[in-house]
């Protein structure tokens, strides 16, 4: 039980958990105390002092960010020597800070600013010799040394949640910038944290420089509809002209507790701008009352795909998604050996734990914010991260403590060997035992090439951990085991003290799974797809035979990894037809998609709660207000885990099917700031059994379909395998992600 400490903040009686500073505890209070470098996500900076407090019996001042109050102290927030103290540090942040407030992008919610008048600095005692400080470009981000006051949050937010540890301080002193670490330009996955931590305006979005002020723009919160994260932002917009459009300017998040990845804050730009087009609109609707099926993704609210499902019912049609088909079944054979519909573990359980196993993902791209929960559990509890992957991933490099490097297409074996090590010592049921007993270890450590002393070295590190999560990716969902390698990993979850995350592939993969009744896609006529391949498509992308919104343009809800129901607002208009329309006048009466809200079903863990009724925050704390948690729900858990098949091996040329950073999929490609890259990146192995080289264009044929690219030799990248974008392309969600193929170069 965590220790309790009784103390005064100026006379008020206050407690703190062991490991909490001063700062925190009066935070919890309400009570106020000024900082300008402190940031709730990181380790205090501790740079600035304006946090210093007096504490009775204690010479000199205490900075509250970092000193953890001890049993009966008095502390005083404010007084004239505090008052004094802080006044002059505040002057001596402004003695050179360039008086460029009528253009500068942080005028109006800038701290340096705000503290400016709330310490009534209005004349300047000191002074220092002005110095020429070059305006850096650094893509999508600009860094003005000129107004930096080196605050250091956004090294530390770099460092210890983003992971990347692209910059660092050049120490000194007046002369003291933020420059690339062990680098001529910044080498990052430009996530933008840096700008939304800095308190000034030092580190801008270059796009976004100069175009408005913050007190023009109008703060939409929403969900960011790119990953199965679903985080927080608002979309900040404004109208354009007399007769012209709202437009999005930019996207921000609360960055004293959440983070945003790149594409989350720089990829807004995927709108559908369309009017009515009542012929297409009769064309649709006949469409749908001739169709055999529906095909459509996952990048839709949940209330559209319970649409789906009603017309499904209704007019006795097919319902295909591959992507929530699979991530159905794999839950569905979990469930029968956990006996819950959903997986215990969620990104705060991550951040929190010491001991993190990561399988079935590249986990830098396919879920950033998994990746920086993971990275914040490395720096903030010294965490034991074993990566599980047949690729190393660069990215994770300076997280993970143990890289498991396993045999492509080998995901059962290895579930299977982490089952036997980790259930050593459990008090399993006989059938669980005598499945680990009738294990051949031996072939399965040989073919999976994941060794005893790999998974003993794993058991040893994690012997002082006291919060454990297993992470599985969507590697696995078309793996043709997947069914097994489920219930193995809630046997891990159900035996042990892992609680288990499962991270779908896209923004709704989970909601949508709950809710719709999916068939098996094939190859049939008389196909309408929504934002899919098919017959008559309707879709917010180019190309589309109706035009529909993007999931920015539109109300409703969507299921993150967390198992939480959160809002979507609109944060632009859309003028044309909705799936809503086309679903009265085939008969579902609703005035707007969002009156499904309420109906979604209970049985699912769904809550009846209107959209409208639905939060929509963060509190001061930190604490998440957004939507719901879906309910537990019970099932029966009647099934047992199969014995493991023979592994399958992946001889020759191998290409594995993952997006760069930044790109997700057709709506991140949309976007005008996300970087777009097309190329087959491959190892030395792979060129040369491929006979190809570095700027060859070649031709890539894998099951019925044939492509080509640009190759790209990476040094970074082991074995005979390549990494193939298909965010240009369409994931095929049917398919394993890595896959045998064939390339030839194109002459």
């Excluded at 191998?654 to 999929?665: D, E, G, K, R, S």
Aim: proline fraction near 3%; aromatic fraction near 8%; glycine fraction near 6%.
């Amino acid at each position: 039980m965590s220790k309790i400490i009784n103390f005064k903040i100026d006379g008020k009686d206050v407690t703190a958990v062991k490991g909490e500073t001063i700062l925190q505890a009066a935070r919890k209070n309400d009570i106020y105390i000024p900082t300008m470098c402190y940031i709730s996500k990181t380790t205090p900076c501790a740079s600035c002092r304006i946090c210093s407090v007096e504490v009775e019996g204690v010479d000199g001042l205490v900075l509250s960010c970092n000193t953890p109050p001890t049993e009966g102290i008095e502390v005083r927030t404010n007084s004239a020597e505090l008052e004094l103290e802080r006044t002059n540090i505040m002057r001596l942040y402004d003695v050179n800070h360039p008086l460029e407030c009528g253009v500068c992008d942080k005028s109006g919610e800038c701290d340096l600013q705000n503290m400016t008048l709330e310490f009534g600095v209005a004349q300047q005692e000191f002074s220092a010799k002005d110095q020429l400080r070059k305006v850096e470009h650094w893509g999508l981000i600009n860094y003005d040394p000129a107004l930096c006051i080196m605050c250091e949050k956004c090294v530390h937010v770099c460092n210890e949640v983003i992971g990347d540890d692209a910059i660092e301080v050049k120490f000194g002193g007046y002369s003291s910038v933020i420059i690339p670490k062990n680098a001529d330009t910044l080498d990052c996955t430009f996530c933008g944290e840096c700008i939304a931590v800095c308190p000034v305006g030092a580190l801008v979005s270059s796009d976004f420089q100069y175009s408005a002020n913050a007190w023009e723009l109008s703060r939409i919160p929403s969900t960011c509809a790119h990953c199965s994260a679903g985080c927080a932002l608002e979309y900040e917009t404004r109208h354009v002209g007399i007769n012209g459009e709202d437009s999005i300017y930019r996207v921000k998040n609360n960055y004293e507790f959440n983070s945003l990845c790149g594409a989350g804050r720089f990829g807004f730009d995927f709108e559908n701008r369309a009017s009515k087009d009542e012929e297409a609109f009769k064309k649709a609707v006949e469409a749908i009352q001739n169709a055999n099926a529906i095909r459509f993704s996952s990048i839709i609210t949940n209330e559209e795909a319970h649409i789906l499902q009603l017309l499904k019912e209704k007019l006795g049609i097919k319902l295909f998604n591959e992507d929530a088909r699979l991530y159905a079944e794999f839950m569905k054979s979990y469930s029968s050996v956990s006996g819950k519909l959903h997986h215990s573990a969620s990104m705060d359980a991550v951040k929190q734990a010491d001991a993190i196993i990561i399988i079935g993902t590249r986990l830098a791209t396919d879920n950033p914010m998994v990746r920086y929960a993971v990275r914040t559990a490395s720096q903030h509890n010294g965490a034991k991260i074993v990566y599980a992957h047949p690729l190393e991933d660069a990215l994770m490099k300076n997280t993970a403590t143990q890289f498991m490097k396993y045999e492509v297409g080998t995901e059962e074996g290895v579930m299977a060997l982490l089952a036997n090590e980790l259930l050593q010592n459990s008090d399993v049921d006989e059938q669980t035992r005598s499945f680990l007993d009738d294990l051949d270890l031996g072939y399965l450590e040989a073919e999976s090439n994941v060794g005893d002393d790999e998974l003993k070295l794993m058991t040893k590190s994690f012997k002082r951990a006291q919060k454990h999560v297993l992470i599985i990716g969507s590697d696995v969902f078309a793996h043709k085991r997947a069914k097994n390698i489920a219930k193995l990993a809630a046997l891990i979850e159900k035996y042990t003290e892992f609680s288990l995350l499962i991270i779908p592939a896209e923004v709704n993969t989970a909601g949508v799974a709950l809710t719709c009744k999916l068939d098996t896609d094939e190859n049939i006529g008389n196909i309408v797809a929504y934002n899919a391949e098919g017959d008559f498509i309707m879709s917010s992308l180019k190309d589309s035979d109706l035009a529909m919104p993007a999931l920015n343009q539109v109300e409703g809800t969507v299921v993150n990894v967390d198992n939480q129901v959160l809002p979507l607002n609109v944060a632009l208009p859309f003028e044309g037809y909705t799936l809503n329309d086309i679903a009265n006048a085939l008969g579902l009466k609703k005035e707007n998609t969002i009156d499904y809200t309420k109906e979604l079903d209970t049985s699912k863990g769904f809550k009846a709660i209107a959209f409208d009724d639905l939060e929509n925050f963060l509190t001061p704390y930190g604490e998440d207000k957004r939507g719901y948690i879906l309910d537990e729900v019970v099932c029966e858990a009647d099934s047992e885990v199969a014995p493991i098949e023979e592994l399958p091996e992946f001889n020759g040329s191998v290409i594995y099917n993952c997006n760069p950073v930044l790109q997700f999929n057709a709506f991140t490609n949309k976007t005008h700031q996300l970087e777009k890259d097309t190329t087959l990146r491959g190892s030395a192995q792979f060129a040369a059994a491929a006979k190809i080289a570095d700027g060859d264009v070649v031709e890539i044929s894998f099951a019925s379909r044939t492509i080509q690219r640009v190759f790209k030799q990476d040094e970074e990248l082991k074995g005979t395998i390549a990494l193939n974008p298909t965010f240009d392309l369409g994931q095929d969600f049917s398919r394993y992600r890595f896959e045998k193929s064939k390339i030839a170069r194109v002459i």
